[in-house]
């Protein structure tokens, strides 16, 4: 049976520890494997759940997340489905931008009365899992609980980034404690399973994911002044509500900083990744009405590449290739993620670029390119040197970032042929 549900996706804050990438984007908005958003991830899983009901909170640099929505989730005329954006806004109950998770979902409760449903479902626009979340209704509802918290669990080195959780034999969540100290652990060890022991994940992380009662939320965002869920309302909660663990065993990571989304996307690439696009599980995104991929005389090893690429490249390995990308004869991409175009050069701008020595869009002739993440729009020009790594320092520049050794160039970024960066 499938219950009364409304999800809400927040769509998080500025975005500082994904800069650069966020300099002109929401993070949900974020290109991730090509040619999806990081917010596709979320309202997937809710359409494969059966949740048709949506909507995704967000404030900074809403445009682009605004076009994108507005142009992939589009119902039938007699369905009661919906993906709707709120956006922060003045009214005459309070004139302040979302203070936290919570504050958030505050905000939008009002639109919330006009809806028939039994239980919220609050999500992160900014992480990369498949759940099916009738799974996690139903556990919710057979435990008896009024608050379910998603968890999974984490290492040792992991657990001092993370809310951290204890429960009892039946799931009840009986402590939480937000991002320990490290000397702090022994006593946060939780009973899971043989084999995540054996990989030493012994400790319960929030996932950011929870399901809430609806007269409970209610009550929770009326009594308390908190205006985050992890900090404050959940940790007030655990003694006072029934707050149920449900714990997942499956893959599922916190796009969090550069380096996460880096190695996010780069597992894609893997003979059968983590994060499987390749499942029953449908990605959701905008219909574009694209060509295939054109390649001639690259050699490519594990290579994810999305549709309406030019590529004359020599050897592109271990990358991910965006929509609409170029790349140059002679150019060797190794472990990049290059997030491609919004738009096709005419074959009269290309002339006119060339004879004004402009680099094109995309990628040019005799590059090499490795380590990096390439924004989109951005126009390479020949041989520029590209060579992210550990040996480099954080730095921000005027055409890109470096963040744990991971060059990114910003978006609509021009490098001049002979760039050399690294």
């Given amino acids: 049976m499938k219950h009364s549900v409304i999800s809400v996706v927040l769509g998080g804050g500025k975005g500082t520890r994904l800069y650069p990438l966020t300099e002109k984007r929401s993070k949900p908005a974020v290109p991730i494997a090509g040619k999806y958003r990081l917010v596709d991830i979320p309202i997937s899983n809710c359409l494969n759940s059966g949740y048709h009901r949506i909507y995704v909170l967000t404030q900074y640099n809403s445009a682009s997340l605004n076009t994108h929505i507005k142009n ?16 922060a806004e003045q009214t005459n109950e309070g004139d302040r931008w979302y203070q936290g998770t919570a504050d958030a979902v505050r905000h939008l409760m009002r639109y919330l009365k006009h809806h028939d449903y039994e239980h919220v479902l609050i999500l992160s626009g900014d992480q990369l899992y498949q759940i099916d979340f009738q799974e996690m209704i139903q556990s919710h509802i057979k435990a008896g609980a009024e608050i379910s918290v998603a968890t999974i669990p984490v290492n040792a080195k992991d657990a001092t980034s993370f809310g951290i959780l204890k429960s009892d034999e039946e799931g009840n969540i009986t402590s939480f404690i937000e991002k320990p100290n490290s000397s702090l652990l022994p006593d946060w060890v939780s009973e899971v399973s043989t084999e995540m022991k054996a990989e030493g994940r012994e400790y319960l992380a929030s996932m950011g994911i929870y399901v809430f009662n609806k007269e409970v939320l209610r009550q929770l965002l009326a009594e308390s002044d908190g205006v985050d869920f992890g900090k404050e309302l959940l940790p007030e909660s655990i003694g006072r509500r029934r707050v149920h663990s449900y714990q997942y065993p499956g893959y599922w990571t916190d796009i969090g900083n550069i380096d996460s989304f880096f190695e996010a996307n780069i597992g894609l690439t893997d003979d059968i990744p983590l994060f499987n696009l390749f499942d029953k599980h449908t990605i959701f995104t905008r219909p574009r009405m694209l060509p295939p991929s054109k390649v001639s005389g690259t050699t490519l090893d594990k290579v994810v590449i999305a549709d309406g690429c030019i590529i004359a490249a020599k050897a592109i390995e271990r990358s991910v290739i965006g929509v609409r990308a170029r790349i140059g004869a002679g150019t060797v991409i190794k472990t990049t993620y290059m997030m491609g175009c919004d738009f096709y050069q005419t074959l009269e701008e290309i002339e006119h670029a060339r004879e004004n020595g402009v680099p094109l869009a995309g990628v040019g002739e005799n590059c090499h390119i ?17 060579m992210g790594g550990k040996h480099l320092e954080d730095g921000d520049f005027e055409t890109h970032v470096i963040r744990d050794g991971i060059v990114v160039t910003k978006k609509r970024a021009i490098l001049p042929s002979g760039t050399v960066i690294g």
């Fill in 72 to 87: 992939t989730y589009n119902f039938s005329l007699f369905s009661k489905g919906f993906v709707d954006i709120l956006a």
């Fill in 370 to 386: 490795e380590n990096a993440i390439i924004d989109k729009n951005c126009c390479i020009g020949n041989n520029v040197r590209i």
